[in-house]
């Protein structure tokens, strides 16, 4: 199931909110912003809908920490890939998968961020952003000694902040979703 498919229960309730309606172009400006990134309306921020003024700071948000990142699209849908593989939600790997065939990801390419970064033909250094990526999404609590050993493989300071911001907006936005039901 992808995302554009799937709808949660009572999501038409959400377009019809007072606040939506208060104020269309707001909304209709921000919903054109959000499908031109990922094609669709996530479900995600179809149910932020009823508060605009949320939708809008937490899309400000995302567009400053993954927009003006200085990875390249590609490796910020693998960074967010890597963070919903993390969370364990079927729905969220799937989206995401989604959004790597838009990158140009293969198939094969997938496969093997699901099974082994290792060995993907990618450069160094982006196997080393995956697999940091992945470990602060499972534990955003790292120790010094880890960051250094990071570092120590040709990643900066910058890069690490980087990916951390990257990562646990994406967190952070991933329960909220769960919060509210979205899986």
Request: hydrophobic share 40%; net charge negative; proline share 4%.
């Amino acid at each position: 199931m992808t995302p554009s498919t799937v709808m949660l229960p009572d999501a038409g309730r959400y377009a019809g909110s007072s606040e939506a309606n208060s104020n269309p172009s707001r909304l209709e400006k921000l919903y054109s912003e959000i499908r031109s990134v990922f094609g669709l309306i996530p479900d995600f921020f179809q149910v932020l809908s009823p508060k605009v003024d949320q939708l809008e700071a937490i899309w400000g948000a995302y567009k400053t920490v993954v927009g003006k990142s200085g990875f390249p699209e590609k490796v910020r849908g693998m960074i967010r890939y890597e963070v919903a593989k993390a969370d364990g939600c079927p729905l969220c790997r799937d989206g995401h998968k989604d959004l790597l065939r838009m990158y140009g990801l293969t198939g094969e390419e997938i496969f093997l961020l699901d099974r082994e970064i290792r060995e993907t033909r990618y450069d160094e250094k982006t196997k080393n952003l995956l697999i940091y990526s992945y470990a602060i999404a499972e534990n955003p609590h790292q120790e010094r000694e880890t960051i250094e050993a990071f570092m120590g493989l040709g990643l900066s300071r910058e890069e690490l902040l980087e990916v951390s911001m990257i990562v646990n907006l994406h967190r952070a936005l991933l329960e909220i979703a769960h919060s509210l039901g979205i899986h």
